[in-house]
């Protein structure tokens, strides 16, 4: 299994792009950020205009947890792996947190990002690297190509990667794409962190691949500790599983395609009976509206105004016409922002509204079985 | 509608007229949500319950298209390549 005898097999691509590039497509690396793009392709691009390099270990999804641990654990094979990916490198981490602290220990240059849901989305940290605001850029070109900032200057071509992406690259460097291969599943190979939270013993990052069953997930996190009702899947950019529908599916795209969620970032988190699932979908929502960089219209009053509704579903305020309006403006937020915060959130929501039909029933009808037991919550 | 399209790229280089469509895309940061751009764009552009704009069918007339691009006081819209 050494990595030149894997090399000799590829021939179909251009040897300008560099021999990492067909490893990694050999390997059939993708983004760990949570889009799963090709890292080849991306890498192919960046290689070609010369790319700064930027490691995003944000950990800014809600949930996320895995590129701090990827810097408390591997940061040397970080390092490794974002030499290899250009010349000039910067890792982006939230301001005065222990990831950040740890990157300027190891002397790597550290980007500052300030806390906000949005200051990690690619054009953020791009236009903050440039000197601009950590907000997202409305894309001319793509961020690889080098887009422009604000004020319509043109910034460097800059390839933005997720952590546990970069980890990767270094371990496939290192093992060869059929070490890679030989976890996970043929259409998502590779080994994949997930963070494992909420209603589980021992909360934290779990080293496994896709097509694991969520039973082996919460085992890894320690099992229950509580009974569980529904499976948070990718943070605010994903969904919702319930119980019944995790026992029968893997963490994996083929299963999770089923329910329009995705491996995503990484992420599941565990609800239990003692907190109902609206309740919870709303202030996670309401912490959404307050995350917005507040640029696009759609996403700055479309957002809080979901979450409003969402609240009043989950107090047993709304009625049917509330619900419908809340249809409504879920279907209006995708596609109507510079970055896709408001697509993600409207996935969610509409997730939440598919996957705990029968509550929102209840609460219609002004109950919740489950935080008010029954009782009215009118 | 869809008649109208695929043909025209390959009219315009021989100087007939052209009866292409082109996509009219908003610039969702510079958009204050004015709503110029549905008034002149009627089949095409509705406005959501804040006045921005919802893009229902991005193609438009280019000619009708060049005046809203014109006319939108932000400069929030502009033309995509014809189709």
């Keep these: 299994m050494t990595v030149t005898s894997t090399r000799a097999d590829r021939s179909t691509t251009p040897s300008s792009a560099g021999p990492l590039a067909d490893l990694l497509e050999s390997a059939g690396l993708t983004g760990r950020g949570g889009a799963a793009f090709s890292t080849a392709t991306k890498l192919r691009s960046a290689l070609a205009h010369d790319a ?55 002397g790597l240059a550290l980007l500052e990002v300030p806390h906000r849901y949005v200051s990690s989305e690619e054009s953020s940290l791009v236009s903050l690297a440039h000197g601009g605001l950590a907000r997202p850029l409305t894309k001319s070109v793509p961020i ?7 004020r319509g200057r043109r910034m460097r071509p800059t390839l933005v990667l997720n952590a546990e992406t970069v980890w990767r690259v270094a371990q496939i460097e290192a093992l060869g794409p059929d070490w890679f291969r030989s976890q996970g599943t043929l259409d998502e190979p590779g080994p994949r962190l997930v963070a494992v939270s909420g209603a589980v013993a021992r909360p934290g990052v ?12 919460v085992a890894a996190a320690g099992g229950f ?58 202030r996670t929502l309401t912490y959404a509206a307050g995350e917005s960089a507040g640029q696009c219209g759609p996403c700055m009053f479309g957002v809080p105004a979901v979450a409003e509704d969402m609240g009043r579903l989950a107090a047993g305020t709304a009625d049917r016409a509330t619900l419908q309006r809340l249809r409504g ?34 609460h219609l009808a002004g109950r919740c079985d489950v935080e008010g037991r029954g009782r009215r919550v009118r | 509608m869809s008649a109208d399209r695929s043909p025209a790229g390959s009219r315009v280089g021989r100087g007939v007229p ?18 110029i751009c549905a008034s002149i764009l009627t089949e095409q552009v509705s406005l959501d319950e804040w006045g921005y704009p919802v893009v229902r069918t991005p193609q438009v007339d280019p000619e009708l298209g060049e005046i809203a691009v014109r006319l939108c006081p932000a400069r929030a819209l502009s033309l995509g390549v014809p189709s």
């Excluded at chain 1, 930027?54 to 949930?63: K, P, S």
């Excluded at chain 1, 974002?82 to 890792?91: D, H, I, P, Q």
């Excluded at chain 1, 329910?259 to 709303?282: F, K, N, Q």
């Excluded at chain 1, 697509?343 to 705990?356: K, M, Q």
């Design chain 1, 52 to 106: 700064d390099v930027i490691v995003n270990a944000c950990d800014g999804e809600v949930g996320a947890a895995k590129d701090a641990w990827v810097v408390e654990h591997h940061l040397d094979e970080l390092r490794r792996g974002a030499e290899l990916l250009g010349r000039r490198v910067t890792v982006a981490a939230h301001r005065g947190t222990p990831t950040a602290r740890r990157i300027t220990a190891a």
């Design chain 1, 144 to 150: 690889s190509l080098g887009s422009k900032d604000a």
């Design chain 1, 206 to 217: 779990v080293q496994t691949s896709a097509g694991v069953s969520f039973g082996d997930l």
């Design chain 1, 225 to 282: 500790s509580g009974r569980p009702t529904a499976f948070g899947i990718g943070g605010l950019g994903g969904g919702w599983l319930t119980a019944a529908e995790a026992r029968g599916a893997t963490w994996s795209g083929g299963d999770l395609a089923a329910y329009g969620l995705r491996v995503g970032p990484g992420i599941v988190s565990v609800l239990d009976d003692t907190r109902c699932p609206l309740a919870h979908v709303a």
């Design chain 1, 329 to 362: 403006r879920i279907g209006l937020l995708p596609g109507r922002g510079a970055c896709r915060f408001p697509d993600g959130v409207a996935g969610y929501a509409a997730s939440a509204l598919r996957a705990f039909a029968p509550e929102v029933a209840a």
């Design chain 2, 18 to 35: 052209t009866t292409t469509t082109r996509p009219i895309v908003v610039d969702r940061v510079a958009c204050t949500g004015r709503g």
